[in-house]
């Protein structure tokens, strides 16, 4: 299993919440607030999680290597936090 991670709940944005209170998911909650590396691995899959893009390619080559031996696997992909449902950043 691959989790693409912007820690935005797919990223809702300003509005979500009603006027006053509309703070994207990722100031409430981010990718470190929630680890799902560490609750994926406490039911006994193979997991990593990967901060770096090119860490991606090597971490999905140990999850196919634990699969091949009958180990699920869990491959967490910390992104940023763009772009936001509904909107790009923007340089």
Do not use: C
């Not at 990223?11 to 009603?18: A, H």
């Amino acid at each position: 299993m691959v989790h693409i991670n912007n820690g935005g709940f797919s990223g809702y944005g300003p509005g979500f919440w009603g006027e006053g209170h509309d703070p994207y998911t990722y100031d409430v909650l981010g990718p470190d607030d929630i680890n799902m590396t560490n609750a994926i691995e406490a039911i006994g899959w193979s997991t990593e999680r990967v901060h770096e893009p090119g860490e991606v390619g090597a971490a999905l080559k140990r999850a196919f290597a634990a699969n091949e031996n009958d180990q699920p696997a869990y491959v967490e992909i910390i992104a940023s936090q763009y772009p936001v449902y509904g909107s790009w950043a923007s340089a």
